[in-house]
């Protein structure tokens, strides 16, 4: 029996003029956003967070993190719940275009000599629909600190 993977179903954001996807296995959930609540001791990469169902969540920009400038929310911004160092986390997006499933053998090396928005966080590109689909790699989108951070959130949030 085959047991190698012949695709993957990905779940395709903008940022700015830009595509990109996340495996959907890593997706828990996509919301619309929330009312942030501030906290003065987190760190300047943390928006604030919100509540959950009961879990408090810390929310990221992903344009930030990718140094893209900020942008006016609008009305197909949502939220990624996903989860990073074992802590679930909130990914701002310009909006979530579509799930798709994509074949493994059209998955090509991110190219060395395009530079776009957060390119060091890529595990390869694709085409879907004619466009060129930049595929994240998660766990690489937070330096170690950060992630370390996001790993001690939830305890740090419990505390009295």
Request: proline content about 5%.
């Amino acid at each position: 029996m085959d047991r190698d993977i012949q695709e993957i179903k990905v779940v395709c954001f903008r940022l700015g003029r830009d595509t990109y996807a996340l495996d959907i296995m890593r997706v828990r959930e996509i919301i619309k956003p929330q009312n942030l609540s501030g906290l003065t001791e987190a760190s300047s990469f943390v928006e604030g967070v919100i509540n959950l169902r009961g879990a408090i969540i810390p929310v990221v920009d992903l344009r930030k993190q990718f140094g893209l400038a900020a942008a006016s929310s609008t009305g197909e911004c949502r939220l990624l719940i996903s989860v990073v160092a074992r802590q679930p986390v909130g990914l701002i997006v310009d909006a979530v275009t579509e799930v798709v499933s994509v074949p493994v053998r059209d998955l090509q090396p991110p190219p060395s000599v395009v530079k776009v928005a957060g390119y060091r966080y890529l595990l390869g590109v694709c085409l879907v629909k004619d466009v060129m689909v930049l595929l994240v790699n998660l766990d690489k989108i937070f330096a170690d600190n950060e992630s370390h951070e996001l790993l001690g959130f939830s305890a740090a949030v419990s505390e009295p």
